[in-house]
């Protein structure tokens, strides 16, 4: 058994789960998102763990605020998984997203595409991806998709 975690630590982010082919997305400020992440910590030694955290940066036409923010969630949830000693990658937008749009046609609205495809991959879960707002949810089941298809030893 292995468990797959995907954190988007942007301003609307949230962190998806995968744990015996059950996937499960919390908002980042909801308490049991962090519940859940000490359990599997402590619960889940020798199991076979992974995270992956979308690599977040500042861009120019970004406020102040809102720069501080994405990386305050940035900052946070590397250092939950350091202190729980769950193994993480940081991978670019570009990196998971050329994996998991792979022959998707391109749209400018990046965000509606991640909320599109994630209802495709994961149509138990389209009621938490109802708001445009839900796209952080989207993206972080789409970095756990990511995790899984990285980290999954291949059946023999």
């Known amino acids: 058994m292995s ?3 995907g954190i988007d630590p942007g301003k609307t982010g949230a962190i998806a789960f995968c ?15 962090l519940e859940l992440l000490q359990y ?15 690599k ?9 605020s809102s720069t501080f923010k ?3 969630n940035y900052g946070l949830w590397c250092g939950r998984l350091e ?12 990196k998971w ?11 400018a609205d990046q965000k509606e595409m991640a909320r599109d495809r994630a209802r495709r991959l994961f149509p138990q879960l389209s009621d938490h991806l109802k708001r445009k707002k839900d796209h952080g949810r989207a993206e972080a089941l789409l970095i756990c ?5 990285k980290y999954s030893s291949p059946k023999l």
């Open 19 to 33: 744990v015996h082919g059950s996937y499960e997305v919390l908002d980042w400020d909801d308490g049991n998102a």
């Open 70 to 72: 994405i990386a305050h």
């Open 145 to 149: 998709e990511f995790c899984k298809r």
């Open 83 to 94: 202190a729980l000693e769950i193994p993480y990658d940081i991978v670019t937008p570009l």
């Open 40 to 54: 599997l910590g402590r619960r889940c030694e020798g199991i076979g763990i992974h995270a992956v955290v979308e």
């Open 56 to 64: 977040q940066q500042a861009f120019p036409q970004q406020g102040v």
């Open 3 to 5: 468990i797959y975690i």
């Open 97 to 107: 997203k050329k994996e998991i749009f792979d022959s998707m046609p391109k749209s």
